[in-house]
């Protein structure tokens, strides 16, 4: 029973960075559909609007489950970088994670809070949670480029896929931001606050190589089992 669930759990941390931006998409468009508050010359309103009047119970939806996901995708990744590498102290990846985790409380509370009920508490809620999930991929970007860097003796991290898919999300990130900035328009609203679900994508190639190596060692394991039970 116990080899079944840590089956389930590498397995769900190959898909849970895909469902993350999958409810994240479906949750801008579900939101952007129905009646919300937003001004109606607006064709892209901003995020914070669309979870207004009828889209606020959507919006709470979308952003709990993302929540949910989120936390089980770190807890995964720090996991993971327990297991496959000593050269970055433990301390210092748990000190990093927790950054991303107050980042998911701030989103609790932007989702719970809409814009019409509260809106100091809303955009505080807005701003932490970007501020830090912004932090928190800027110095795991570096992380990584440590590890490949010191690849030798960090052998599950020498794909220089890893550093590279991390920055281009980073820059992505900044890019947006700064556009979204200058022109207050929606669109770059939407991609800037996608990149750091983008970026979670970069996770599953080492989830998924996780979970093959755990699947691989259970059958061998199952095979000696058997070979005793023969003798």
Known sequence: MATLVVLIWVWLLTILPFTTIVTFILTIVTCSLVPNNAREDERFPQISE????????????????????????????????????????????????????????FMLVMAIVSIDQNYQIHIIGAYGMFGCISLYCFVHTLFIGYLYLNRIDAPQHANVFYPIWFFICCLLLIAFF???LITADGIPEYIAAACPFLYLIGYVPQFYGQARSRKSDEALLGSVRFTNEER
């Open 50 to 105: 669309l979870g207004t009047g009828d889209g606020h119970i959507y919006f709470l939806i979308g952003f709990v489950l993302m929540f949910i996901q989120f936390l089980l995708i770190l807890l995964g990744r720090i996991q993971y970088l327990f297991q496959s590498q000593y050269l970055i102290n433990r301390l210092l990846i748990c000190l990093l994670h927790s950054i991303a985790f107050i980042s998911s409380i």
């Open 178 to 180: 700064i556009v979204w």
